[in-house]
């Protein structure tokens, strides 16, 4: 008889079992996506808080609209500190770095 895997009753779960359970590079690559995808919305949230367009802002900073789009993208990843700075420094904020621990997936 085969052992079978207990009924998810969640699509999250399902999904996370099918495509990242025991393989860590697509884990690694899922962690990075949303950190990417966080700091995107951050930046968006921060900048409409303050009512600027990409283009006040990018005015601000001394940069182009294009590039505060592409910062606002989720899928963009090259994210510098020196330009979060920028942004925080326009935008009245400090930018902080934590580390956390990694979870780790039996």
């Known amino acids: 008889m085969t052992k079978r895997a207990k009924p998810a009753s969640d699509g999250v779960e399902v ?9 860590p590079g697509r ?3 899922l962690e990075e996506a949303r950190a990417n995808e966080k700091i995107a919305r ?3 949230e921060l ?18 609209a294009s590039v505060i ?7 963009y990843e090259g ?10 420094a326009a935008l009245n904020q400090r930018v ?7 979870r780790r997936t039996a």
């Open 15 to 23: 999904l996370h079992r099918r495509f990242y359970e025991g393989k």
């Open 27 to 29: 884990l690694k690559n």
């Open 42 to 44: 951050k930046i968006y």
């Open 47 to 64: 900048r409409t808080a303050a009512c600027l367009t990409q283009t006040q802002l990018a005015n601000l900073i001394e940069t182009t």
């Open 69 to 75: 789009c592409r910062l606002e993208d989720a899928d």
């Open 79 to 88: 994210h510098s500190l020196a330009m979060l700075r920028r942004i925080g």
């Open 96 to 102: 902080e770095i934590r580390f956390v621990p990694i």
